[in-house]
């Protein structure tokens, strides 16, 4: 029995890997179930199994994808013991995630698109708006932030960072546009500080 749980934790990361790979090259609506299951190797019947259909296995790439920027942000931030810092570095690192390759299409276009606005917004809410809400929060709570409502300066901070990343993902010298975009960002922030 261990066993086979073992190996079906193996079959879906492999079949996470490969679509990961295959909705990032070629996007949601020209990935076909059959050429991940092919390239996975693994039966068109293991596929459907862990994932009823392509929306599902797309949504589960998404949640890996939505998981793993907000590591890496979380892990960005940390690099800093001083809460301001934290805080730019946590943004910026965003916007470099969110527009890599591996991670933009999923995350920034068939995102969206695919998973339905709500869904996708739940999605960001459990992981990279969580951390920026605490942050704020803990910010606030330290006399380091303006007494403003920190849900509603989350999710302005949070749409303003998702439209940079969509900008400067189609820029054509995008460390320029991301460096114009944390110096917006930044001074939106400011606004925020006490």
Not at 38 to 62: C, E, M, P, S, W
Not at 80 to 106: D, M, T, Y
């Amino acid at each position: 029995m261990k066993r086979s749980k073992t190996e079906a934790q193996e079959t879906m990361e492999r079949l996470l890997q490969v679509a990961r790979e295959e909705f990032a090259e070629k996007g949601y609506a020209d990935t076909a179930l059959e050429m991940v299951a092919d390239i996975a190797q693994v039966t068109r019947g293991a596929l459907y199994h862990h994932f009823k259909n392509k929306k599902g296995l797309f949504l589960a790439v998404l949640d890996l994808v939505q998981r793993e920027v907000s590591e890496r942000v979380a892990s960005e931030a940390s690099r800093s013991g001083e809460p301001w810092e934290q805080l730019l570095l946590g943004c910026r690192a965003f916007i470099a995630a969110a527009v890599e390759p591996q991670n933009k299409r999923i995350m920034l276009i068939d995102g969206p698109a695919v998973a339905g606005w709500e869904t996708w917004r739940q999605m960001d809410e459990i992981h990279s708006m969580r951390h920026l809400r605490e942050q704020l929060d803990g910010m606030q709570q330290k006399g380091e932030m303006k007494q403003l409502p920190v849900d509603a300066m989350t999710h302005a901070l949070s749409g303003a960072m998702n439209e940079c990343s969509l900008w400067v993902a189609e820029a054509e010298d995008t460390a320029q546009a991301a460096d114009e975009s944390m110096q917006i960002i930044e001074t939106m922030l400011t606004g925020f500080r006490h």
